[in-house]
């Protein structure tokens, strides 16, 4: 099965920061990523699907690039409200498999 | 509005059976893939299941093939997960997610949520 592998695992920044976080994929997985926020004791929320297609609703300074294995989420400027646990997840074809996550905290 | 609610969760025995549900809404439930998928406490997400539209196929996690069957009733709008043979590290939030494209695809909403502790 291909393994999801993300970095960091934490972060810490202040708001205004541009952040990235990185999503590696053991074999190539096209296009075919997602990246999810999660805050404490709520579900997941999708932010991107097909790698850089922004769910509707999420805002623009979230995007989203790469193909194959290598991937990034970036926050351009980060916000307050931005603060949780980010995971990627693959779904080129099943099982549909989940980075380790990576804590974003705000200074 | 889409609306998933789960329900089923609760504090069971190693060894016995639990079955989830998760009622959907605000959608045409007959026309979507749904997943499972559970976070243990303080850990990352799992996929554990996935069921198509019809409910024709079913696709799960090595951990728990053979001891949990994903099914549906589109005429109920509800999503299943019968959990037998429960062991200590099932214990974890089971969340159902639709489907946002043709599957597999990207989980687009998720229900709130029902916790299922697996203790003795």
């Known amino acids: 099965d291909i393994q999801m592998t993300q970095s960091p695992s934490t972060l810490s920044a202040s708001v205004g920061d541009r952040v990235t976080i990185t999503c590696r994929a053991s074999q190539s997985i096209s296009s075919w990523l997602a990246w999810y926020q999660q805050k404490p004791g709520k579900a997941p929320k999708l932010l991107l699907y097909e790698a850089f297609r922004l769910q509707s609703g999420v805002p623009s300074r979230f995007s989203g690039s790469g193909s194959g294995t290598e991937f990034t989420l970036t926050i351009s400027s980060l916000q307050p409200d931005d603060f949780g646990t980010y995971f990627c997840q693959k779904y080129n074809r099943y099982p549909l498999t989940f980075g380790g996550g990576t804590k974003v905290e705000i200074k | 509005q889409v609306l998933l609610v789960e329900s089923g969760g609760g504090v069971v025995q190693p060894g016995r059976s639990l079955r989830l549900s998760c009622a959907a809404s605000?959608?045409?439930?007959?026309?979507?893939?749904m997943n499972w998928v559970r976070q243990a406490p303080g850990k990352g997400l799992d996929w554990v299941a996935a069921?198509?539209?019809?409910?024709?196929?079913?696709y799960y996690t090595d951990s728990v093939k053979g001891r949990f069957t994903i099914s549906r009733d589109n005429s109920e709008n509800t999503l299943y997960l019968q959990m037998n043979s429960l062991r200590g590290e099932d214990t974890a939030v089971y969340y159902c997610a639709r489907d946002g494209g043709i599957a597999p695809s990207r989980s687009d909403y998720w229900g709130q949520g029902t916790l299922v502790t697996v203790s003795s």
């Open positions: 069921l198509s539209s019809d409910g024709s196929n079913e």
């Open positions: 605000g959608f045409t439930f007959s026309r979507y893939a």
